[in-house]
C-alpha cells in the first residue's frame, strides 16, 4: 500500500501532532529475509499504522538502498549492470512488502536525480562552513582487478582481541559489530579473484567529526532523554562517544554511486554511509515537492526512525553531524527505535549465506500474512537476540490467534448471527443499565486500564508490550462470556444476556482498532464481519479512547452485522515438519532440491514410458531379455561409485610441488589417501574440511611412493586457469552414494582400466550455467540435492 506521491501528499499541519517516520533503507542486492522485515519496515509499519490511528498527522518513508560496493559485486556475480541489479530487487522488495500490507506513504529508492541533488547540496554546504578535510589514506589495490578495492570486496579476519571472526567485511565485522577500515583486517583477501591485495595511497574527502563533536553530544545528551531512546542505541552511541570520534572518510573509489562535485575528486562517489541516510530525504523530496516542511522544520515534526543494532552509529553519530555541519534547520531524530537479531532455528539468518525464511517464501507457506505479522512482532527482539522457530510459530497461532483471539470474536459474532430463537438474528441488542451489572462493570474497569497501557506503551514504541496488552483484552473477552454462561441467560434472563452479548461486541470492535497496526487484514475482516467499513480510529480528539470504558456503548443497538466466520486455522503438526524440511539449509540448498526432484520426477516419467515401450516389445518377442554379464554391462554413470566425502587433513606432497594428500572419510569408518594435483589452484587452507564428490572405485595407482585410493572431482575453466572442487551440500551424508537419475544399478566393485569406463563418462561431465555439475544433463544428485561449484560455469569435470 502507498500513497501516489505528489499527486496528493501530505504536509505537516500547524497545532497537530506532525510525525515523520522512517525505517532502514533495505539493501537492494538481495530478497530481505523476516530478520530484516521484523528489524525495519514492519516495526515502523506499526507505528505509522498506530499513529493514524491516534488521528496523528503521519508519513512513513522508506525505499531501497541502491549505491555502492554490494551492488558492484552482486552485479558482477550476476553478470548485469548495477541499474539492472537495482530494478530487479527494488521490484523484489516493493512485492515482498506489500504482501506484508506494509503501508508506505512513498517506498522509493536511492539510484535517482533527486538523490544526487539533495547530497550534493548537502556535501557543499559542509565544504563551505569547513567540516570537511582532504587526507592521503592507505587503500587496498587489487593488482589482478586492477583496481582499488572498496570495503566490501575485501575479506579477513577481524583484527580485535577476543573476535578473531574469519570472515569479517572491509567496513564492518559482522560477528563483533567493531566497524573497520579494510587495512586493518588480519590476512585480507579480494572477494573477485581471491588474491591478496596490496596497500596504495589514494586522496579522499573526511568528514571531521572530533571537531562536530560538542554539538553532537549536546544533542544525544537531550534527545536521548526527551525521545525515549531504546536501551540498545544509547549503548551503541555512548560506546562510540566514549572510544573518541574519529574523522570518517566520506568518498570512494566506485563508478556506481552518487558523483563528488570537485573537480579534483570527480572520479570519485559518495561513500554509501553518507549517501544512504540522505535517502530519506530525497525519497521525501520524491514524494512531495514540498519535503523541506517535514525535513527543515524541527519546531513542528517530530522524527522517528526504526533499524536493526547494527545501523545506530550512522543514525545517531554520522548522519546528525552531517545535518548539523550544514548550519540548517534540519528536522533531527527525536526517537529511534532499535532491535537485536533475529536468529533461525538454532543459527542466524543470513542473506550472504541464504539461510532462514526470506520474504518471497512467505507467500508459499499457506499461512496468512497476520499470522506471519504477529508472530514476527510477538517475537520481536527489543532487548536482546530472539529465536524464529516452527513449533513456537505454531504454538503461538494454535493458542493464542485461535484458541484465544479467534475463538472469542467467533463465539460473540456466531451467536449474534443465530437466529431471533437462538440468538438475536445478526443484529446488535439493546443493553440497558449495562454499568448495574457487577461482572460488566469489572470488566470495563480493566478494559479501560488496558487501553490506557496500550496507549503508554505505543506512544514510547513499545510494540510489544501493546501488542499483549491489546491481547490480554481479549483473554479478559473469553473469562467474561464463560464466567457470565451467556447461553443460559439467554434461556433465563434476556435483558442481562442482552447487556454481555452488546459488550462483548463492543470488545471484538475495540480489538479490531487496537490490533490494526499489527494485524490489519485481521481487523478487516472483523470490520467486515461487523458490517462496518475498514475505517479505524481510536483518537482523544473524538472521544474514542474514553468509550473502552464503557463498551457496550461502542456499537449501536439494531446495528446489523455481517457473516460470521472463522479467523484462524490451524496448524497441524505434519505442516510444521513439511515446512521445517522445507526451510532447511540455505536457498541454495533449497533450489537444488527441488531441482533434483523435478528431475527425477521426469526421468522416472520417461523410464516409465520407456518400461511400456519395453514391456510391449517384450510381449512380441516371446521373452524376457536375458541380463547382460558384468563383463558386457552397458557404460553408464551407474557403473561409478563417487560418494559424499570429507575432508579430514590435507598436506602438501612431500615429494611433488604440484600435488596434495588428502585424507578423506567417505563413509562407514573408511578414510581413504588420495593424491590430487590441485595445488596451483586452491590454497591448502581452503582444502581443510571440505565436502568433496569421491571417485572411489578408480584402480589405486602410486603417485611419487604414495598410493591414491580415489579421485577428488573438481572442475576446470574453459581456459584451464581456474579450477574449483565439486561440492556436495553441506547437509548431505557423509558416505552416500551420488546418483544420477535415470541411471540406477550397483557400482563396479573396481573399474576395469581395460574397459576405459571412467575414460568414456568423463568427456560428458560438465558444470551448467547454474554451476551444477552434471553428466550431459543429468545432475550429480544427493538427498540433500545437486552437487555444485563455485563459479566456474560452463566447465568440464575431471
Avoid at 538481495?30 to 514492519?42: A, D, R, S
Avoid at 490467534?401 to 445478526?426: H, Q, W
Avoid at 470488566?443 to 497501557?453: D, R, S
Avoid at 578423506?664 to 578414510?671: F, H, P, R, S, T
Wanted: glycine share 6%; with cysteine.
Amino acid at each position: 500500500m502507498e500513497d501516489d506521491g505528489k499527486s496528493n501528499p501530505k504536509l505537516p499541519i500547524p497545532g497537530k501532532r506532525n510525525i515523520l517516520i522512517t525505517s532502514a533503507l533495505p539493501y537492494v542486492n538481495n530478497v530481505p529475509h523476516l530478520g530484516n522485515i521484523i528489524g525495519c519496515v514492519l516495526s515502523a509499519d506499526v507505528y505509522a499504522r498506530y499513529c493514524r490511528l491516534r488521528g496523528y498527522n503521519a508519513i512513513y518513508i522508506c525505499g531501497t538502498d541502491e549505491y555502492g560496493t554490494a551492488t558492484e559485486t552482486k552485479a558482477l556475480e550476476e553478470n548485469c549492470t548495477p541499474k539492472e541489479i537495482c530494478d530487479k530487487y527494488h521490484a523484489i522488495h516493493k512485492e515482498v512488502y506489500d504482501w506484508f500490507d506494509i503501508s508506505f506513504d512513498k517506498f522509493g529508492r536511492t539510484s535517482t536525480p533527486e538523490q544526487t541533488e539533495v547530497c550534493q547540496a548537502i556535501f557543499k554546504k559542509l565544504w563551505d562552513n569547513k567540516w570537511l578535510s582532504e587526507n592521503t589514506m592507505q587503500q587496498l589495490y587489487c593488482d589482478t582487478c586492477k583496481k582499488f578495492l572498496a570495503d566490501r570486496l575485501v575479506e579477513g579476519s577481524c583484527p580485535f582481541e577476543g573476535c578473531n571472526y574469519d570472515s569479517a567485511r572491509g567496513d564492518q565485522c559482522e560477528k563483533c559489530g567493531k566497524l573497520l577500515n579494510p587495512t586493518e583486517l588480519k590476512d585480507p583477501k579480494c572477494k573477485v579473484c581471491q588474491n591478496t591485495p596490496r596497500i596504495r595511497d589514494t586522496d579522499h574527502l573526511f568528514i571531521e567529526l572530533p571537531l562536530l563533536k560538542d554539538r553532537l553530544e549536546k544533542y544525544i545528551n537531550e534527545t536521548s532523554v526527551a525521545g525515549s531512546w531504546s536501551q540498545n542505541a544509547i549503548q551503541t552511541t555512548n560506546a562510540w562517544l566514549r572510544d573518541g570520534l574519529r574523522q570518517r572518510c566520506i568518498t570512494r573509489d566506485l563508478k556506481w554511486g552518487v558523483p563528488v562535485p570537485h573537480e579534483k575528486y570527480k572520479e570519485k562517489v559518495f561513500y554509501v554511509w553518507f549517501d544512504a541516510p540522505i535517502g530519506y530525504v530525497s525519497i521525501t523530496s520524491c514524494y512531495t515537492s514540498e519535503w523541506e516542511k517535514w525535513w527543515k522544520n524541527p519546531e513542528n515534526v517530530e522524527l522517528y526512525q526504526f533499524m536493526g543494532k547494527d545501523n545506530v552509529p550512522f543514525h545517531t553519530v554520522m548522519f546528525p553531524s552531517t545535518q548539523l555541519g550544514t548550519g540548517e534547520n534540519w528536522t533531527l531524530m527525536k526517537t529511534i527505535s532499535v532491535t537485536e537479531y533475529l536468529n533461525y532455528e538454532d543459527g542466524k539468518f543470513s542473506k550472504s549465506k541464504g539461510v532462514g525464511v526470506f520474504g518471497n517464501d512467505v507467500k508459499d507457506t499457506n499461512i496468512p500474512v497476520e499470522v506471519w505479522r504477529y508472530y514476527l512482532l510477538t517475537n520481536r527482539p527489543e532487548v536482546s537476540d530472539t529465536s524464529f522457530s516452527w513449533t513456537d510459530l505454531q504454538a503461538k497461532l494454535n493458542g493464542e490467534l485461535l484458541n484465544n483471539l479467534g475463538n472469542f470474536v467467533n463465539r460473540v459474532l456466531s451467536f449474534i448471527a443465530k437466529p431471533n430463537n437462538a440468538g438475536y438474528g445478526s443484529v446488535i441488542p439493546d443493553a440497558h443499565d449495562a454499568e448495574s451489572h457487577p461482572l460488566t462493570k469489572s470488566l470495563a474497569e480493566k478494559v479501560e486500564k488496558f487501553v490506557a497501557e496500550y496507549v503508554e506503551a505505543m506512544e514510547k514504541v513499545k510494540l510489544k508490550q501493546g501488542l499483549k496488552t491489546a491481547m490480554l483484552i481479549s483473554s479478559e473477552g473469553n473469562f467474561y462470556l464463560q464466567t457470565s454462561q451467556f447461553w443460559k441467560l439467554y434461556k433465563e434472563d434476556k435483558p442481562l444476556c442482552a447487556i454481555v452479548i452488546r459488550t462483548a461486541a463492543g470488545l471484538v470492535h475495540l480489538l479490531a482498532q487496537l490490533l490494526e497496526p499489527f494485524m490489519p487484514s485481521f481487523s478487516c475482516e472483523v470490520f467486515k464481519q461487523l458490517n462496518l467499513p475498514p475505517q479505524f480510529s481510536l483518537s482523544d480528539e473524538r472521544g474514542e479512547v474514553l468509550l473502552a470504558s464503557k463498551p457496550w456503548e461502542i456499537l449501536p443497538p439494531s446495528h446489523r452485522i455481517g457473516t460470521a466466520q472463522p479467523l484462524f486455522k490451524e496448524l497441524e503438526n505434519d505442516e510444521v515438519t513439511q515446512y521445517r524440511e522445507k526451510f532447511a539449509g540455505s536457498q541454495a540448498d533449497r533450489r537444488a532440491r527441488d531441482e533434483a526432484a523435478n528431475l527425477t520426477d521426469q526421468l522416472n516419467k520417461t523410464k516409465l514410458s520407456d518400461a511400456k515401450k519395453q514391456k510391449a516389445s517384450s510381449s512380441k518377442g516371446g521373452g524376457k531379455p536375458k541380463p547382460q554379464p558384468a563383463a558386457d554391462r552397458e557404460i553408464t554413470m551407474a557403473r561409478l561409485d563417487i560418494r559424499v566425502g570429507k575432508i579430514v587433513k590435507a598436506e602438501r606432497h612431500p615429494k611433488a610441488d604440484t600435488l596434495y594428500v588428502e585424507e578423506i572419510d567417505v563413509g562407514g569408518g573408511e578414510i581413504r589417501t588420495v593424491v590430487s594435483g590441485l595445488v596451483k589452484y586452491i590454497p591448502l587452507e581452503e582444502m581443510q574440511n571440505r565436502m568433496v564428490c569421491v571417485l572411489c572405485n578408480l584402480k589405486p595407482a602410486k603417485m611419487r611412493d604414495i598410493v591414491s585410493q580415489a579421485m577428488v572431482l573438481a572442475a576446470s575453466s574453459s581456459d584451464g586457469s581456474k579450477v574449483e572442487l565439486v561440492e556436495p551440500p553441506e547437509s548431505a551424508n557423509i558416505g552416500e552414494r551420488v546418483t544420477f537419475p535415470g541411471f540406477e544399478g550397483e557400482p563396479d566393485d573396481v573399474l576395469n582400466p581395460k574397459k576405459k569406463v571412467w575414460e568414456t563418462l568423463l568427456v560428458d561431465l560438465n558444470t551448467n550455467e547454474n554451476l551444477v555439475a552434471c553428466y550431459k544433463d543429468v545432475p550429480f544428485t544427493t538427498s540433500a540435492g545437486v552437487c555444485k561449484v563455485s563459479s566456474i560455469s560452463n566447465g568440464t569435470i575431471r
